[in-house]
């Protein structure tokens, strides 16, 4: 509700509450009116009482002659007089806190009025004020954006060169690791043939100690040895297989020494490749007579599985070789298919 209306309203109701006081006010004008003069008599009867008049319609219209002259009214007394000052007391005092009401309720709306226009004044001052803060944020953001804008180029280009100088960097790196990359691999290369070559030698060595172990097993294995008569054949034909490889050493051992001797004595034309040949034989012999002494010492150990009775077991597999197969080899130490697998 605005405060000219809240106005308006106590305006209106001001009125209505002032009433009562005019009516009282108008019946004690009635009531002068009618009271008689001092020193009358009153009458025997007294005079019927007649309605005051209207205070609206003596308000708007002008009095009208009595037609007829009123009666003589008694006097009040002093109760009645008493009473009617407390009356128009009351009334008087009912006027003053109407005005003072009324008084208050233009007074609180004045306020009001005031108070709103100070709120509105407020309200403008703080959009305004707003307004300007917006503007002023609005240029601040401006402003940052253009120096946020100016600080990303810089970065930008900053990060560009940044990045040429690292990429002519990695390609430097990369040569120089290409380089070092180049001789590592022929050092690894040089270290692996070195090893292949150790590894080799290993497993030549290891397969010489295995064939020495296997010769040893050999020596503990007894699959025949509760058939004597077996082993008794056995026995005599590497006896005699030996006894004919001793000889074969013996004629080899004696032809290279005879080569070794005819070379002493004679002399060989290194042209025409005599001497090398003759060496060459020489080698070979001597490969043969080494191969021969290593078929002794098989023999040998197979003699010595005979006399214990473990002659016939298969070094690999452990199995017993057939008999066919002991008859057939000498000596034999591994079944058909450890051999084949060998």
């Known amino acids: 509700m605005s405060p000219s209306a809240s106005k308006k309203a106590a305006s209106k109701k001001t009125p209505a509450k002032r009433a009562p006081a005019k009516k009282a006010a108008t019946k004690r004008a009635a009531t002068k009116k009618a009271a008689p003069a001092r020193g009358a008599r009153p009458s025997a009867r007294p005079a019927a009482k007649r309605p005051a008049p209207s205070p609206k319609r003596s308000a708007k219209s002008p009095a009208r002659p009595a037609k007829r002259p009123a009666p003589a009214r008694p006097t009040p007394s002093a109760a009645q007089r008493a009473a009617a000052a407390k009356r128009a007391a009351a009334a008087k005092a009912q006027a003053a806190a109407q005005r003072a009401?009324?008084?208050?309720?233009?007074?609180?709306?004045?306020?009001?009025?005031?108070?709103?226009?100070?709120?509105?004044?407020?309200?403008?001052?703080?959009?305004?004020?707003?307004?300007?803060?917006?503007?002023?944020?609005?240029?601040?953001?401006?402003?940052?954006?253009?120096?946020?804008?100016?600080?990303?180029?810089?970065?930008?280009?900053?990060?560009?060169?940044?990045?040429?100088?690292?990429?002519?960097?990695?390609?430097?790196?990369?040569?120089?690791?290409?380089?070092?990359?180049?001789?590592?691999?022929?050092?690894?290369?040089?270290?692996?043939?070195?090893?292949?070559?150790?590894?080799?030698?290993?497993r030549r060595e290891a397969e010489e100690l295995k064939r020495r172990e296997a010769l040893e097993r050999k020596m503990h294995s007894k699959p025949y040895g509760e058939d004597l008569a077996l082993l008794a054949e056995l026995r005599e034909r590497l006896v005699e297989v030996r006894d004919a490889t001793s000889e074969q050493i013996a004629i080899s051992e004696n032809e290279a020494n005879e080569m070794l001797v005819d070379r002493e004595r004679l002399e060989y034309d290194d042209e025409d490749g005599s001497s090398v040949a003759s060496d060459i034989q020489r080698d070979q012999l001597k490969d043969f007579t080494a191969a021969l002494r290593l078929k002794i010492d098989e023999i040998d150990v197979a003699l010595s599985r005979i006399d214990d009775g473990s002659y016939g077991r298969c070094d690999e597999c452990y199995e017993a070789i057939t008999v066919a197969r002991l008859r057939a080899q000498l000596p034999v130490f591994t079944c058909v298919s450890c051999r084949a697998a060998v």
């Open 101 to 202: 009401r009324a008084q208050a309720a233009a007074r609180a709306a004045r306020e009001r009025e005031a108070k709103a226009k100070a709120a509105a004044r407020a309200r403008a001052a703080a959009k305004r004020a707003r307004e300007v803060a917006q503007a002023r944020a609005k240029k601040e953001r401006e402003a940052k954006a253009r120096a946020a804008a100016k600080e990303r180029e810089v970065q930008r280009k900053a990060r560009e060169k940044a990045a040429a100088e690292a990429k002519k960097q990695r390609e430097v790196d990369a040569k120089r690791r290409a380089i070092e990359a180049e001789k590592q691999r022929k050092l690894r290369e040089i270290e692996r043939r070195h090893h292949e070559e150790i590894r080799r030698q290993q």
